[in-house]
């Protein structure tokens, strides 16, 4: 879950931005072979980036945190000097885009924007999510008057953290725009997730350190190697919580792109076989109450895509739970080490559960995108007014469940260092409730939005021809 699902989410970001990217600059650049080339470039010359990250982390020394740090900021230089000459090369005499020309200069100003953005979604989310800052240690705090303050102080910071990338996110948006318009958007795009690899290999880190710090545990291995694989897994739950906050402002920047590809194929889809003159092709204006309707609509399939995968979270650990519990009663050495627990029971549950429960919630984007295609009362303004209302609220909600949750359990790794009384305190039975509430906020819910959004958005292009 935290290795792979991670990682497929973030491909897929990758390639859909691409595809996005392709698209933008097909439908709006068509004598411009190189816009569509561009995109590739980018990713190309970042993969060359994300190595001479990975060789800075093995020649450095320092802090595990810092030294992770560094590599990101040694992938994010190279490629920006390297994106230089490339634009420059593709680009000698810039573009026009919609009727405005655009120098390289500005070309290679959009996608140094993606690249900043990068550098911008991992400093703020570590803030919000490491030890060593306010946010965290506020919520450690706050478990030694209880269980509840607990998590009201964690529900608090997922939803403070929730301010500063949206506002960049903006920024970022406004900036490239002015560069470059929707194309600038989709260069920024793809720049950003130019550094997909590593960010991955940020992310990574933390389910390796934590499972080191379970065999260890189960090897009955020394305190001191335990102090260690601690303090590596609160570093690799930091990392964990930034890839997964880059992930969450990709892929919202992402379906942004997605949109207006959505927008300008469904003009050219309805304008050139003449089923709208040039001048007549509708407008997403907020007086039309279908687009307010398709806002809420959109608006809405966040929250009910995290309340089944909530419910789902909360049945399998309750299956869990059952099966441990009958194990123990029916064999208690199990407990004292005499006996071994049946395992695979326990992971044929879990594994059993999680493609059972997630059925409907994976089913739910293409039952609200088709529904409203298919009403002939709605259609596609309703349709573009969902599209928006989904990237808006599911940019906020996965954002605050990302964050409060990777603040949660490293609110419990300070408790364990030794702070506030430390293991087997009553702060660190708050902070252990607060972890457990956490989890499914950080690693299910919470990332789970993000192809969500992004499935919105793919199958409303892919059903254009099909109903309009």
Known sequence: ????????????????????AILVGALTLAAEPAAIIYP????????????????FVNLAHGKPAAVLMGAVITSAIVSAILFWP????????????????????????????GLVMTAVVVVITNYYTSMRYGPVQKIAHASETGHATNIIAGLAVGQHATALPVGFIGIAILLSFHFAGLYGI?????????????????DSFGPITDNAGGIAVMSNLPKEVRNVTDELDAVGNTMKAVTKGYAIASAGL??????????????????????????QFFQFSLEDPKVIIGLFIGGLLPFIFTAFSMDAVGKAAGAVVR????????????????????????????TKAALREMIVPALLPLIFVVAVAVI?????VVLGGLLVGTIVT????????????????????????????????????????????????KDTAGPAINPMIKVVNIVAILIIPIFF
């Not at 980018?42 to 001479?52: H, K, N």
């Not at 634009?87 to 924007?113: D, E, K, M």
Request: hydrophobic share 45%; net charge negative.
């Open 86 to 113: 490339a634009t420059h090369q593709l680009f000698p005499n810039g573009l026009t885009i919609a009727g405005v020309a655009r120098s390289p200069t500005q070309l290679y100003f959009a996608s140094l924007i």
């Open 1 to 20: 879950g935290d290795c792979a699902g991670m990682a497929a989410d973030v491909f897929e970001t990758y390639a859909v931005s691409l595809i996005g």
């Open 40 to 55: 590739f470039v980018l990713g190309g010359i970042s993969v060359l980036g994300a190595i001479c990250g990975v060789l």
């Open 323 to 350: 099966e441990v519990r009958r194990q123990i009663q029916a064999r208690p050495g199990i407990l004292t080490g005499q006996d071994t627990p049946d395992y695979g029971t326990c992971v044929d549950i879990v």
């Open 186 to 202: 989709a260069i920024a795009v793809m720049s950003m997730l130019s550094m997909a690899g590593i960010i991955i290999s940020l």
């Open 394 to 441: 599911g940019l906020f909600v996965a954002i605050a469940m990302t964050s409060g949750g990777g603040a949660w359990d490293n609110a419990k790794k300070f408790i364990e260092e030794g702070n506030l009384g430390g293991k087997g305190s009553f702060a660190h039975a708050a902070a252990v409730t607060g972890d457990t509430v956490g989890d499914p906020y």
């Open 376 to 380: 002939p009362q709605l259609g596609p």
């Open 254 to 279: 992402a379906a942004l792109v997605l949109f207006g590809s959505y927008v300008k194929e469904l003009r050219a889809h309805l304008v050139d076989p003449g089923k709208l003159a040039a001048d």
